[in-house]
């Protein structure tokens, strides 16, 4: 679905992306994990385009979008969908304002009772209901992230992209957001790129699984082959996490 292709990043003399080289599988969970501050937030805001590349492509659907201008890619855009580290919820609106804002925005649905009926259906999808007229400021941190995951895919997006959807929030509520994950991959078939430092939300929802590092990803595969993976780096990273193998293996 999406192939980047030597993706280069730098900011003044600091180089955080250094040819970057992925694939995003169709109808599949991408991971990619590495250490803080190595450049995930910045490879997911390239792909987005929140950021602009310096070289490489992006190809969406074959399509390079370090190519296309901004009509071209706010097309693009509407088939994105993305959930940020915060949730990232407007505070001075309700949790159906929130959710409804992309689809009244866009234009997407017009007639008031349809949009409801969908805020409704979507607020139902990520584990919420009867909280339309909650603000943010009264919502936990894991409900704050189910809004912003509702109104991430309200769209129907072709892929949603999560950056760090576990941060900040208690283990009972991150094994909720990995049930949701993975529900939403199998019920709607959506494409989902995650990144995150959170290796047992990686091995539970991750189809495939990179390891960023120095600009680079240096492995990259099925979740099996990358817990096999003989790269030094990978092992560390895993032993420096106890991840140690059989219980994630499934
Ligand atoms: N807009 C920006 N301007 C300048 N430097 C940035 C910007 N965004 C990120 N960086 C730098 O890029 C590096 C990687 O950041 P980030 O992608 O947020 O790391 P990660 O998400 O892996 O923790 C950091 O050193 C950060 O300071
Ligand atoms: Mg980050």
Redesign the pocket.
Known sequence: MIKIENLKKS??S?V?LDGVNLNIEDGKITVII????????????NIIRL?EPDDGKILYNEKDMTKLNEKELNKIRIKLGVLFQDAALFDSLSVFENVAFPIIERKIIKNRQKIKEEVKKTLGLVGLDEIYDKMPSELSGGMKKRVGLARAIITKPEIVFF??PTTGLDPVSSMAIAHLIKNMQNELSTTCFV?S?DLSLTFKIADNIGL?DKGKIIEFGDKKSFLHSNNTLVKNFLNAYNIAGDEYEK
């Open positions: 900011f003044d600091q955080v590495g250490k803080s501050g190595t450049g995930k937030s910045v490879l997911l805001k950021l950056d760090e990144i430092h960023l």
